[in-house]
C-alpha cells in the first residue's frame, strides 16, 4: 500500500544519502547548498541541503577525505525528533572507487542496523526499484483507525479492528483501559470510544503490557488525554524520557496538547478491586520477549489479557511454555483467553493450539 510522504522522504534519505557515493554526490549537485562548514576533532563537517531539499550533516575525516558518517534528522512516533546516523568504516577499492565494507546506523542513541558488504560492486544491473504504478496511484493512508467493540464479560469489553488490541474496564466509579497502543491514531481513536461506551464514568487509567513500541506506542497520546500511566517498574526511566521527548518534525498530541506525565509502577502484582470487580495484574516472570511483560487476570470471569506471548491467529511456540508456567505460578483459572494480538479464545481452543505446536499442557516444575 502507498505510504505516507515522510515515509518516502524517509526511504529516500535512508537508501539514496546514507552511502558515501549518493551523499558526495548530492553534495556536488550545483543545486545544493553547503553551510556552516566546521572542524570537529579529526572531522571536516559540513550541513547540505540537496537539490531536492532534504537537509544532512557530512562528516569527512581531515586525513584521508573519506566520509566518515552522514546524518539526518527523521520522526518517530515513540521518540520524536531522532537524528538518524550512519558510519562508513573498512574502505576498499572498487573499480578505482573507495567504497565502505562497513555501514552502521543508529537511530537517536539506539542502533538499528550493521550492515557488513559481501561485494561492492560498480555500476551493476539495478532492477527496477520504481514503485508500481497501481501504488504509487492508490490513495494516501487513512489518519484513521477502527475500533471495533465486543462484551467479553460484564463491563469488560475488547476493543479490536486493527493489528493491537485494547481492554476497557469498568469499575464502580471509573473505567481503566489496557492497552494504548502502535501510534497517536490508534491510541486516540481507542481512548475516544471507550469513552463513548461508557460516558458516564470517567477513562482515568491505562495499564501498558510491555515497553516494545508497537506497544507503547499510544502512552504520549494516552497522557495528553489525562490518563494516568501503569506499567511495570522496568518501564519507569523509559517512560519518563519518551514522554519529555520532542516532537517537532510532527507535531504529536502530546506536543500539541501538553500533560504532565503521571505514572504508576507494579512490581511482582497488583490488584485493582472495588465491589464489583477485581483486577489482578500480574508480572510475568521469565519472559524470553520482554523482561517488563505483566499480564492482567479477572478471577470473576476467569479472563487472562496478555500481549505476544500467545496470539491466537500466529502462535509462537517459543513463548507459550513460559507463559503455561506463569498461569501455573499464579494459580489462576482461565476460561477465555483475550489476547492484545488476534481474536478471543476459549481455553479449549488454546489447548487444541498447544497440541498441535506440540507444546506441553503443563511444567513440571
Ligand atoms: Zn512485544
Same mark, same amino acid.
Given at each position: ?60 575525516? =581531515? ?5 566518515? =558518517? ?12 531522532? #537524528?538518524?546516523?550512519?558510519?562508513? #568504516? ?133 497522557? =495528553? ?91 509462537? #511456540? ?27 479464545? =476459549? ?19
Amino acid at each position: 500500500a502507498r505510504q505516507p510522504e515522510l515515509v518516502a522522504k524517509d526511504r529516500r534519505v535512508e537508501f539514496l544519502l546514507h552511502h558515501p557515493v549518493g551523499i558526495v554526490r548530492a553534495a556536488l549537485d550545483p543545486a545544493a547548498k553547503l553551510s556552516n562548514p566546521r572542524k570537529s576533532g579529526t572531522l571536516d563537517v559540513v550541513d547540505v541541503t540537496t537539490a531536492q531539499g532534504d537537509t544532512l550533516t557530512l562528516a569527512v575525516d =581531515s586525513t584521508t577525505h573519506l566520509p566518515v =558518517s552522514v546524518t539526518s534528522m527523521s520522526y518517530n512516533a515513540n521518540l520524536g525528533d531522532v #537524528a538518524i546516523e550512519t558510519a562508513f #568504516a573498512n574502505y576498499q577499492d572498487v573499480d578505482g572507487l573507495k567504497l565502505p565494507g562497513r555501514l552502521t546506523t543508529k537511530t537517536d542513541k539506539y542502533p538499528t542496523a550493521d550492515i557488513t558488504v559481501a561485494k561492492n560492486t560498480v555500476n551493476a544491473e539495478a532492477a527496477d526499484l520504481a514503485a508500481p504504478a497501481e501504488v504509487k496511484s492508490g490513495p494516501a493512508p487513512s489518519p484513521t483507525a477502527m475500533v471495533t467493540v465486543e462484551e467479553v464479560g460484564k463491563g469488560i469489553w475488547f476493543l479490536a479492528g486493527g493489528s493491537h488490541n485494547s481492554v476497557l474496564v469498568e469499575f464502580a466509579d471509573h473505567m481503566e483501559l489496557i492497552e494504548a497502543p502502535q501510534n497517536d491514531t490508534r491510541a486516540l481513536a481507542v481512548i475516544a470510544k471507550a469513552r463513548e461506551l461508557k460516558s458516564d464514568k470517567p477513562l482515568t487509567k491505562v495499564l501498558v503490557s510491555h515497553h516494545h513500541f508497537d506497544h507503547s506506542g499510544g502512552i504520549r497520546a494516552a497522557i =495528553s488525554e489525562g490518563l494516568t500511566l501503569v506499567t511495570h517498574e522496568t518501564n519507569k526511566t523509559l517512560f519518563e524520557d519518551l514522554a519529555q521527548r520532542k516532537h517537532s518534525v510532527v507535531q504529536d498530541a502530546l506536543a500539541k496538547n501538553p500533560k504532565p506525565l503521571q505514572i504508576e509502577t507494579v512490581g511482582n502484582e497488583a490488584v485493582v478491586k472495588d465491589a464489583g470487580r477485581t483486577m489482578q495484574i500480574y508480572h510475568v516472570d521469565g519472559s524470553n520477549h520482554a523482561e517488563s511483560m505483566v499480564m492482567v487476570y479477572f478471577p470473576a470471569e476467569r479472563l487472562l489479557v496478555q500481549a505476544d506471548l500467545y496470539k491466537p491467529a500466529n502462535p509462537n #511456540a517459543a513463548r507459550l511454555p513460559n507463559l503455561i508456567e506463569n498461569i501455573q505460578k499464579r494459580k489462576v483459572r482461565v476460561d477465555r483467553h483475550v489476547p492484545l494480538h488476534g481474536p478471543v479464545t =476459549s481455553q479449549a481452543q488454546f489447548t487444541k493450539v498447544l497440541e498441535t505446536l506440540k507444546v506441553p499442557a503443563a511444567t513440571s516444575n
